[in-house]
């Protein structure tokens, strides 16, 4: 196995190491799912309030929109700003640890 020549501690191989950046990848999807399941909760109560409005009192609505279409563009929305945020969310983390240099005394 080759020894760590440059002497950065990015490239060490330990177990210690490695079980760091575990915990650091964990913690980063935790945040992110967090975040994430915040976003879906807000944007389905921000697109079922007008979405269920419309379909009561405008007339194209009333006739096409069914509880299934209400139903899917409600979970479409939150999908979506679950999956945005969540993503936004681990790569700010990933970026904001990338520049945490970890001291020698931790490694």
Avoid at 43 to 54: E, G, L, Y
Wanted: aromatic content about 6%; hydrophobic content about 50%.
């Amino acid at each position: 196995m080759a020894k760590n020549v440059g002497g950065s501690p990015f490239e060490s191989t330990g177990l210690a190491a490695l079980d760091q950046k575990l915990a650091m990848a964990k913690r980063c999807s935790h945040e992110g799912v967090i975040a994430g399941a915040k976003a879906a909760v807000v944007a389905s109560v921000a697109t079922a309030i007008p979405t269920m409005a419309s379909a009561r009192w405008l007339p194209w609505a009333k006739a096409n929109l069914n509880h299934t279409a209400q139903a899917l563009i409600i979970s479409t929305v939150a999908g979506a700003a679950y999956f945005i945020v969540a993503d936004k969310t681990i790569l700010a983390a990933a970026r904001r640890n990338s520049f945490n240099k970890p001291s020698t005394s931790d490694l």
